[in-house]
């Protein structure tokens, strides 16, 4: 009995030696309608990404345009306009003599130009005479060198408008643009400014020129009242072509 059992658990050793046969393996299906909803799931994500991309690139060129837009004009004309004004205003407040102020002027004309006084000595004519004449030529001077300072403002102002012509075409963005034209403007308005000068200046010339003459008139009209009144003179007939 006991030999027999012996002899079976030999024969069951090597049996449980063995290893256990693996489970069947679970066969794998193919499912069409979730694989089209995850290739539509992925492709959505693709084209929100995309869209992101985008988005953040025109972000960024707008942020450059407004750089570019926000960005101040390289060059500044106001230093060259600022001197060419002043040169012109320092002829002006050298005017000689009678300067362009009204009070000046009136005074001028109430001592110098008008009626001659009837009470003043042939000395005083001659020296008021001399005077006006000085005032007039010195008018005339004041009116040359304005038009010499003006011309001398000429080649500034061309180099100037060509630079800034220069700066307008070359802006890169509207800051720039409207800095440049806005000192076009400028320019244009010193070269009013030295327009207006000239014709200040020669219109003042011109003024005492025909004062003078207008007084010269009257000083005239008195010398003559002055000659006729003299009882050392006597009118006589005057014959200015002999008979044959």
Do not use: C, H
């Amino acid at each position: 009995m006991i030999r027999s059992m012996l002899r079976a658990a030999f024969v069951a050793a090597p049996l449980l030696m063995l290893p256990l046969a693996p489970a069947a393996a679970q066969a794998v299906v193919f499912d069409p309608s979730n694989y089209t909803q995850n290739l539509l799931q992925a492709a959505r994500a693709l084209q929100q990404v995309t869209n992101q991309i985008t988005s953040l690139q025109n972000e960024a060129q707008m942020l450059i345009n407004q750089a570019r837009n926000l960005a101040s004009l390289p060059y500044s004309s106001l230093s060259a306009l600022q001197q060419s004004a002043q040169r012109t205003q320092q002829l002006l407040g050298e005017a000689q003599k009678i300067t362009y102020d009204v009070t000046a002027i009136d005074r001028a004309f109430q001592g110098q130009y008008g009626s001659v006084s009837l009470s003043a000595t042939d000395a005083a004519l001659v020296a008021q005479a001399n005077t006006r004449w000085q005032t007039t030529v010195a008018g005339l001077q004041d009116a040359m060198r304005v038009q010499a300072g003006v011309v001398g403002n000429l080649d500034t102002n061309r180099q100037q408008n060509a630079t800034l012509l220069d700066q307008s075409q070359a802006a890169t963005g509207a800051l720039q643009a409207m800095q440049a034209g806005n000192q076009l403007q400028a320019l244009q308005a010193q070269q009013l400014s030295d327009l207006t000068a000239v014709v200040a200046a020669n219109g003042r010339a011109q003024a005492l020129s025909e004062a003078e003459q207008a007084t010269a008139v009257s000083e005239g009209q008195e010398r003559f009242r002055r000659f006729s009144n003299r009882s050392s003179y006597q009118p006589s007939a005057v014959t200015m072509f002999r008979g044959n």
